[in-house]
């Protein structure tokens, strides 16, 4: 007969086993995560580069007169305010100030028709 069986050894052997695929399971998955982070943060920032232009093509269009300007403060109001300001610190820090005159302009004079409501969108202009 041959010698029995170490179940110890086993035991062992499919504990190492098991910890080896776990471990490369978790790997696996912090690569993973790791990629999902990367492409989160390159979607947030095309978002981001989308909106900035959206807001300076808008503000074009509205200088031109192809967009009214009441349209936009009734659609953006105190938003497209909020949105210079936020960005505007990092636009300065990255690229200088003026990078984005247009939108700038059009915060300035939305500020200044949302603080004067009688003001038309001629006179604020006139303003900013």
Do not use: C
């Amino acid at each position: 007969m041959g010698s029995a069986p170490n179940w110890a050894e086993q035991v062992t052997a499919i504990a190492t086993s098991v910890g080896a695929i776990g471990l490369l399971a978790a790997i696996l998955a912090a690569i993973h995560a790791g990629r999902q982070v990367r492409e989160a943060r390159i979607g947030r920032e095309a978002q981001m580069a989308v909106e900035l232009d959206y807001f300076e093509q808008l503000a074009a269009l509205e200088k031109r007169g192809a967009f009214d300007f009441e349209l936009i403060k009734l659609l953006l109001g105190r938003t497209l305010i909020a949105r210079w300001e936020m960005w505007r610190p990092a636009l300065t820090a990255v690229h200088g100030a003026g990078v984005y005159p247009l939108f700038e302009q059009l915060a300035a004079k939305m500020r200044a028709a949302l603080d004067d409501p009688s003001a038309t969108g001629a006179q604020a202009a006139q303003r900013a």
